[in-house]
């Protein structure tokens, strides 16, 4: 596995974004939660664009796998919060950092604010 993507990192590839090209590299094989997965969606739904959309199915046919927020992943997030509450780590933030540990791989994000946080991961910046 490469790598645990939240959905900075995934909107970072789809808008073009600075970093893109780090996603690019660990696409096949990465791995978001379903959290993270309904933030992208709802990101995209803000600029119209529909979750049956060409663009959403490109990134699962490159690779990307969508995992489901566990109970266990449920725990870690709730015990990240206090650790995380002064850098305002949300929920997403968490349930990300909480499947990378789970599935013991790195998380790749655009929010510096997670450096700061002992998660238990190897966070990796995009950019």
Same mark, same amino acid.
């Given at each position: 596995?490469?790598?645990v993507l939240?959905a900075?990192?995934?909107l970072?590839?789809?808008y073009? =974004?600075? %970093?893109?090209?780090?996603?690019?590299?660990?696409l096949?094989? +990465?791995?978001v939660? !379903?959290?993270n *997965?309904?933030?992208?969606?709802q990101k995209?739904a803000?600029r119209g664009?529909?979750?049956a959309?060409?663009?959403v199915?490109?990134l699962? =046919?490159? %690779?990307?796998?969508?995992e489901?927020?566990?109970l266990?992943d +449920?725990r870690?997030a !709730?015990?990240? *919060?206090?650790?995380g509450?002064?850098?305002?780590?949300?929920?997403?933030?968490r349930?990300?950092?909480a499947?990378?540990h789970?599935l013991?791989?790195?998380?790749?994000t655009?929010?510096?604010?997670?450096?700061t946080v002992?998660?238990?991961v190897?966070?990796?910046?995009?950019?």
């Amino acid at each position: 596995m490469n790598a645990v993507l939240d959905a900075s990192a995934l909107l970072a590839l789809l808008y073009r =974004e600075p %970093g893109a090209d780090a996603v690019e590299e660990v696409l096949d094989g +990465a791995v978001v939660s !379903a959290v993270n *997965w309904s933030e992208v969606l709802q990101k995209l739904a803000q600029r119209g664009v529909r979750p049956a959309s060409a663009t959403v199915a490109a990134l699962l =046919e490159l %690779g990307l796998r969508i995992e489901p927020f566990t109970l266990v992943d +449920a725990r870690r997030a !709730a015990e990240l *919060w206090e650790g995380g509450r002064e850098t305002g780590l949300s929920l997403g933030d968490r349930a990300c950092l909480a499947l990378a540990h789970r599935l013991a791989a790195d998380a790749l994000t655009a929010d510096r604010a997670w450096k700061t946080v002992d998660a238990g991961v190897t966070v990796r910046l995009l950019r």
